[in-house]
């Protein structure tokens, strides 16, 4: 069955047009990321709205211009959530942008979590990769390409994403006098442990019973809290297992996520750049995508 | 004769193709291979579809060699075919226009494992079961039926999927990293062990792939520790409809299990005479259901489900009792496709996925098919991910059989799409469904997935003639069925 393009993804299209610079504008909170779009650039809004959430489906089909509070609003009452960060942007800018969720223990990953895009292609044209069950393997993985491609290769306007039951308990403890990965090796599939190199955080979620469990299997000294720690802005991505080791370390102040391999910091992490051969097929596949140049320059994935 | 002659010019490296004859300088002869047999016998998969025709057969030890061949390919202009066990089942291996075939089951080492940041690095030849039997506490979660012979390359292939990916994720969900050769012969290292590596996610894309955007020679991947605690259960429905509501009722529920398997009382049947698991051969389809985790929340999930099974008609629920019963219980569900002989020599295994609130409607369209074309059909699949595999058994000796049932498959994935579905949740394309591809996707979609092709392999070299329709595809679909001028015969 060929898929219909409704009514706003014809008039994101045609705004997008076949000519121009082009870029598109979320809640902005990441906007400099990969570079700023470059002067003259025309910037549009995606559209907004949930198409349809599907309960029994675990899938909700969502325009790429609604946020992610919009979204978990309309989760929420079914007892859903996405795998998306909330930090007040869209859909969009986040599977642009691809980064995952503090809790990525139980929400899993955003690349994951997309099963279908639809964006708008450097020709104006409405292009669709993926399909929207939850397995899938008909055809080229245009999904996973688009996962932090920060809007490069095509305007995303319309997604399906894979959502998950929100767990019946929820807890957050704080503990001054542990160590880390150890407590992140004896948990079960804890939603994440972080620590800032002295005060160690866990969120547990799951069955009440072993969420209750599991904090009484961590010990004594462990208080409640109710939430994780003021995360510093910057993100670092470092080796999983080298998360606990001084070297990959931001200098000043930091939160690491255990078991993940993600470092919060006050500085930037310093630019990683790619192999000659990866950058090659990048290079490829930009041009492949986007032959004029037109979407979003002046940012690099 | 002449054929004969030719093969014995070729043993003495004296032969005439020059493509085998930088190949044996590149690896050693011995595995370099030219002969018939061989050559004929690497022509297939696993699937339906009759044999293509492979050119050389190489099989490398490592990725240097892998590098040599794609070099040799691209000076000479011959396409490259990588295989891993030949376990797929949609033609994605069969060799078209006489490619070089490089089988990959020689490098099947397991390079590293690190349980505390839970990766393991292996070559792409190494089994699945394999993998997880060498990581105590540990396993590898995508679980493909074919565990105990396919590779981890091939799964990086096909995207494979299993019964556990319904909790799990599939492949794509749990590979970090993968040094990869591309077709002109560079060694690449896509994605990281780090979770937000830089750039394009371009390991993502590769995967799933189906060999035809380089060759993996290294893969990372991500390693599961094994679940405190276990519960499975067998649940006997009076009707598959009944069963395939009671799949949309547990996840409704809220409840995510680690795996939801549906088989029909035919399979059963055939199952039960071939495994003696217990499983309730006057049933008209089982459930089996498995959760894990931490003990409260498995013992209270087991609980849950068994009581939307009653809700929904279930005659009986039977819940394993220890490992072993476990054991059983799934040792018929992975022996399936072949009890079926049982009932035919032959079958034909399909993949379709569709929303699981149509499961009971498409599966009643199912019989209703296989009974317009005259054909057995049985039903086991992945119920929670809606992934259907109708086994359509027959006997290849009886004329014309399988035209209808090609003609019957067709139809199941007009019948998926036609509510939403997909054309494949595992299997993948390959020359299977390629001509199916135009109606799931516009000219547009197949357009773009030719794109994202193209720029990891230019000029179509890798896996010509697969999964996108002709009309889409860089390679010229008609010389891939004939022979290069400079090929033996």
Not at chain 2, 222 to 234: A, E, F, H
Not at chain 2, 282 to 300: F, H, R
Request: glycine share 12%.
């Amino acid at each position: 069955m060929m898929r219909t393009v409704d009514d706003a993804l014809v008039a994101f299209a045609a705004e997008i047009g076949t000519d121009g610079a082009v870029a598109v504008e979320g809640a902005r909170t990441r906007w400099d990321r990969g570079g700023a779009p470059v002067a003259g650039t025309r910037i549009v809004q995606a559209p907004r709205g949930v198409v349809e959430h599907r309960p029994e489906e675990m899938t909700v089909r969502v325009r790429a211009g609604t946020t992610v509070a919009d979204l978990e609003a309309v989760l929420s009452p079914a007892g859903q959530r996405s795998a998306l960060p909330d930090r007040g942007g869209t859909v969009g800018g986040a599977l642009a942008v691809g980064e995952n969720h503090l809790d990525l223990g139980t929400r899993r990953t955003v690349r994951e979590s997309l099963l279908e895009v639809r964006y708008v292609s450097a020709e104006g044209r409405v292009v669709t990769g993926g399909g929207p069950t939850v397995k899938n393997v008909s055809g080229f993985d245009l999904p996973r390409l688009f996962v932090g491609s920060l809007g490069t290769l095509g305007c995303i306007a319309e997604v399906v994403l894979r959502v998950n039951p929100v767990p019946a308990a929820s807890r957050w403890l704080r503990c001054a006098d542990a160590d880390p990965l150890r407590v992140h090796a004896m948990l079960w599939r804890p939603a994440c442990v972080v620590g800032d190199g002295s005060v160690t955080w866990v969120h547990l979620e799951g069955h009440a019973v072993d969420v209750e469990a599991q904090i009484a299997s961590l010990g004594a000294g462990w208080e409640d809290v109710d939430g994780p720690p003021p995360l510093p802005p910057h993100r670092w991505s470092v080796p999983t297992g080298e998360v606990g080791d001084p070297a990959p370390r931001p200098p000043g102040r930091f939160v690491a996520s255990y078991g993940v391999g993600i470092l919060f910091a006050d500085e930037p992490q310093p630019p990683r750049p790619l192999p000659a051969a990866v950058a090659a097929i990048s290079v490829r596949m930009k041009e492949n995508f986007d032959p004029t140049g037109r979407l979003n320059p002046g940012r690099t994935p | 004769m002449l054929k004969r002659l030719r093969h014995v010019i070729a043993r003495d490296g004296r032969d005439a193709d020059p493509v085998v004859r930088a190949l044996r300088a590149a690896l050693a002869a011995d595995r370099v291979r030219d002969d018939a047999a061989e050559r004929s016998l690497l022509a297939h998969d696993a699937s339906v579809y009759p044999g293509g025709l492979s050119g050389p057969v190489c099989f490398p030890i490592s990725a240097g060699e892998v590098q040599a061949i794609m070099a040799i390919a691209a000076e000479h202009g011959r396409g490259v075919v990588p295989r891993g066990a030949g376990t797929g089942l949609a033609g994605g291996a069969i060799p078209l226009g006489a490619p070089i075939v490089v089988v990959m089951t020689k490098m099947n080492r397991i390079l590293s494992v690190d349980t505390d940041a839970r990766v393991a690095w292996v070559e792409p030849g190494v089994v699945n079961l394999d993998l997880s039997r060498a990581l105590p506490g540990h396993h590898f979660a995508p679980d493909p039926s074919s565990q105990q012979v396919c590779t981890i390359g091939g799964n990086v292939a096909t995207n494979s999927g299993g019964p556990h990916c319904l909790a799990e994720g599939v492949t794509n969900a749990h590979v970090l990293a993968m040094e990869v050769v591309t077709t002109a012969g560079e060694l690449v290292m896509l994605g990281g062990l780090d979770p937000e590596p830089a750039g394009l996610d371009l390991r993502g894309a590769f995967i799933g792939g189906e060999g035809m955007l380089g060759i993996a020679t290294k893969i990372a991947v991500r390693i599961t520790p094994d679940p405190p605690s276990v519960r499975t259960l067998l649940l006997a429905f009076e009707s598959i409809s009944q069963a395939a509501d009671t799949v949309g009722a547990i996840i409704a529920a809220g409840i995510v299990p680690a795996a939801l398997e549906v088989m029909d009382q035919r399979i059963t049947v055939a199952v039960e005479n071939f495994v003696s698991a217990g499983y309730p051969t006057d049933a008209g389809a089982v459930l089996l259901a498995e959760v894990d985790g931490l003990p409260g929340g498995t013992a209270a999930d087991a609980e849950a489900i068994a009581a939307v099974g009653r809700a929904n008609g279930a005659t009986s629920v039977r819940i394993a009792a220890d490992d072993t019963e476990r054991a059983l219980l799934w040792k018929g569900r992975k022996t399936a496709f072949g009890a079926i002989a049982q009932v035919k020599p032959d079958y034909y295994l399909h993949d379709t996925v569709v929303p699981r609130s149509r499961l009971a409607e498409v599966l009643a369209q199912v019989y209703e098919i296989a009974e317009r074309h005259d054909l057995v059909v049985m039903n086991v699949f992945h119920a929670g991910d809606g992934n259907l595999h109708p086994i359509l058994a027959y006997d290849a000796r009886e004329p014309g059989i399988l035209d209808r049932v090609h003609a019957a498959g067709r139809e199941i994935v007009e019948a998926s799409l036609a509510v939403g579905g997909v054309l494949s949740g595992e299997h993948g394309i390959g020359v299977e469904k390629q001509d199916l591809m135009s109606q799931m996707f516009s000219p547009d979609d197949l357009d773009h997935q030719a794109r994202l092709r193209r720029a990891f392999d230019p000029f179509c070299r890798a896996n010509p003639g697969k999964v996108l329709p002709s009309s889409h595809s860089c390679a010229d679909i008609a010389a891939l069925r004939s022979v290069p001028t400079d090929v033996w015969g």
